[in-house]
DNA sequence: TCTGGGGTCCTAGGACCC
DNA sequence: TCTGGGGTCCTAGGACCC
């Protein structure tokens, strides 16, 4: 049996650990550059906001509501979540994380903890995240990954407990017919309309279609997966994460690292452009890392207007791969910087750029020869690199970088105005009480 | 004026090669 | 005059998820 645990609200929910007179208050927290909702409480739900709503477009309504807004602070969400996958580990000691907010839990084998049955081991699980870290979350444990996520689903709209249990071939049937099928997890807006047009109203009827008819009109091998799993049989990997790993373990099962963002306003300087991609490309790195891996592709990305008419491509991308794989920032901005000069048209206004890495493996499979270098000064890099995520984790982000990244990021940072504390992790914004 | 970012997987067309 | 087929790489985009 798998357990989905998902944080309801979750950046909502680290909001009021923190300022707790925000409990019961209509509360929604912003993207990156202030741009969509993208986190709400119920109160603000029951308002009619809106997931991924424009914020200025909501503006005036949240307003006029006293609804309290808050730019997205990840370096507070971050440490939130690392603290509930602590707790989650306790209860199983196979953790598939899924987001930032939700992971998968595999029980099967814990029955000797759950004796007094699932349901109470569930409950549990919730009670004590609930304690030991403040944030409330929904349990749903069933066969399958994609009947666990439709029973968390269900659970979420129990009163109190927020927990469901689907053991039984009946119970989940009968959580299937509950379903509208456009709620099944991997069925999006596309196809939720088409199967509605086909008269598939509920999850209970998808599953109870034929398979050659889900090959056929939902997207062949990943429709057909999708419809076993609501059937009970598993075919999504459970692929635990190892939690207690140190920074710079190798992550498996990861493809790729990117670093993108929209610009407070449209560039067209090749010098801006140049250090914003300079400033992505460090970031990117620095996750590279922080999960010991190295890349030997890399792709640079500049986004135009999107919402602007026109049907000329949005976005423009050029790859290029590296001699062999590297983590080193430096050698990264380099063929990053080179990509970008020929890719950037003069006099295009860009809203977005960003460095995506991939061909990744394990770093340390030692690349002799890299870019030129032997293997001492190969070694030498690598303890520069290591001295310099020291010094940004010990000192703040940033506080030793490369020149390329440039002094002032004011004519292209993004949006974020409302922002709370990092109070879980800078000391200079530790959290205050006042008598 | 102002519409996120980070992922995964799949498909399609053009250029190029043999 | 007659103008194949298979492969790779690149770019772009669609669909889905959180």
């Not at 209860?91 to 907010?101: K, M, N």
């Not at 999107?306 to 423009?316: D, L």
């Not at 970008?340 to 493996?361: H, I, K």
């Given at each position: 049996?798998?357990?989905?645990?998902?944080?309801?609200?979750?950046?909502?929910?680290?909001?009021?650990?923190?300022?707790?007179?925000?409990?019961?208050?209509?509360?929604?927290?912003?993207?990156?550059?202030?741009?969509?909702?993208?986190?709400?409480?119920?109160?603000?739900?029951?308002?009619?906001?809106?997931?991924?709503?424009?914020?200025?477009?909501?503006?005036?309504?949240?307003?006029?509501?006293?609804?309290?807004?808050?730019?997205?602070?990840?370096?507070?969400?971050?440490?939130?979540?690392?603290?509930?996958?602590?707790?989650?580990?306790?209860?199983?000691?196979?953790?598939?994380?899924?987001?930032?907010?939700?992971?998968?839990?595999?029980?099967?084998?814990?029955?000797?903890?759950?004796?007094?049955?699932?349901?109470?081991?569930?409950?549990?699980?919730?009670?004590?995240?609930?304690?030991?870290?403040?944030?409330?979350?929904?349990?749903?444990?069933?066969?399958?990954?994609?009947?666990?996520?439709?029973?968390?689903?269900?659970?979420?709209?129990?009163?109190?407990?927020?927990?469901?249990?689907?053991?039984?071939?009946?119970?989940?049937?009968?959580?299937?017919?509950?379903?509208?099928v456009e709620?099944v997890w991997g069925i999006g807006r596309r196809y939720a309309p088409k199967l509605q047009a086909e008269?598939i109203?509920?999850?209970?009827?998808l599953?109870?279609?034929?398979?050659?008819?889900v090959?056929?009109h939902l997207g062949?091998?990943v429709g057909?997966?999708l419809?076993?799993?609501?059937?009970?049989?598993?075919?999504?990997?459970?692929?635990?994460?190892?939690?207690?790993?140190?920074?710079?373990?190798?992550?498996?099962?990861?493809?790729?690292?990117?670093?993108?963002?929209?610009?407070?306003?449209?560039?067209?300087?090749?010098?801006?452009?140049?250090?914003?991609?300079?400033?992505?490309?460090?970031?990117?790195?620095?996750?590279?890392?922080?999960?010991?891996?190295?890349?030997?592709?890399?792709?640079?990305?500049?986004?135009?207007?999107?919402?602007?008419?026109?049907?000329?491509?949005?976005?423009?991308?050029?790859?290029?791969?590296?001699?062999?794989?590297?983590?080193?920032?430096?050698?990264?901005?380099?063929?990053?910087?080179?990509?970008?000069?020929?890719?950037?048209?003069?006099?295009?206004?860009?809203?977005?750029?960003?460095?995506?890495?991939?061909?990744?493996?394990?770093?340390?499979?030692?690349?002799?020869?890299?870019?030129?270098?032997?293997?001492?000064?190969?070694?030498?890099?690598?303890?520069?690199?290591?001295?310099?995520?020291?010094?940004?984790?010990?000192?703040?982000?940033?506080?030793?970088?490369?020149?390329?990244?440039?002094?002032?990021?004011?004519?292209?940072?993004?949006?974020?105005?409302?922002?709370?504390?990092?109070?879980?992790?800078?000391?200079?914004?530790?959290?205050?009480?006042?008598?």
């Amino acid at each position: 049996m798998i357990a989905l645990v998902d944080c309801n609200n979750f950046y909502v929910s680290c909001e009021r650990v923190f300022q707790p007179q925000l409990e019961g208050q209509p509360v929604v927290v912003l993207s990156n550059n202030d741009g969509c909702l993208i986190s709400r409480s119920d109160e603000a739900k029951a308002l009619g906001f809106e997931m991924g709503e424009p914020y200025h477009l909501a503006r005036a309504r949240l307003q006029q509501h006293g609804v309290r807004v808050f730019s997205s602070n990840y370096a507070l969400y971050g440490d939130m979540s690392r603290r509930v996958l602590r707790v989650l580990g306790d209860f199983t000691p196979e953790v598939d994380v899924y987001s930032i907010d939700e992971a998968f839990l595999n029980l099967s084998g814990m029955q000797y903890c759950a004796e007094a049955g699932l349901e109470a081991y569930a409950k549990t699980i919730r009670r004590t995240v609930l304690e030991h870290v403040g944030i409330p979350t929904a349990v749903g444990v069933a066969p399958t990954k994609t009947l666990a996520k439709l029973a968390n689903r269900l659970a979420r709209q129990q009163a109190e407990q927020r927990v469901m249990v689907l053991e039984t071939e009946q119970q989940c049937w009968a959580a299937l017919s509950q379903t509208s099928v456009e709620k099944v997890w991997g069925i999006g807006r596309r196809y939720a309309p088409k199967l509605q047009a086909e008269n598939i109203k509920t999850a209970a009827d998808l599953a109870g279609a034929s398979e050659s008819w889900v090959r056929r009109h939902l997207g062949g091998v990943v429709g057909v997966r999708l419809w076993r799993e609501l059937r009970g049989h598993s075919c999504l990997d459970f692929d635990p994460t190892e939690l207690a790993a140190e920074p710079g373990q190798p992550t498996p099962g990861r493809h790729s690292v990117s670093c993108t963002r929209s610009f407070g306003q449209p560039q067209r300087s090749i010098i801006t452009l140049s250090e914003a991609v300079a400033t992505f490309t460090s970031r990117a790195a620095e996750k590279l890392r922080l999960h010991g891996l190295a890349a030997h592709v890399l792709t640079v990305i500049l986004g135009t207007d999107k919402h602007a008419p026109g049907n000329g491509p949005r976005t423009h991308t050029a790859v290029v791969t590296l001699p062999t794989s590297t983590s080193d920032t430096g050698q990264l901005i380099e063929a990053a910087l080179q990509k970008l000069r020929l890719l950037a048209r003069p006099g295009t206004a860009y809203c977005r750029a960003g460095v995506t890495l991939s061909g990744l493996e394990p770093a340390g499979q030692a690349q002799l020869s890299m870019f030129g270098h032997s293997a001492e000064q190969l070694q030498q890099r690598q303890q520069l690199m290591a001295r310099l995520d020291a010094l940004n984790a010990r000192f703040g982000r940033g506080t030793v970088r490369h020149a390329a990244t440039g002094l002032d990021d004011s004519l292209w940072r993004g949006r974020r105005n409302l922002m709370s504390a990092a109070c879980t992790t800078d000391w200079q914004q530790l959290w205050q009480v006042r008598s």
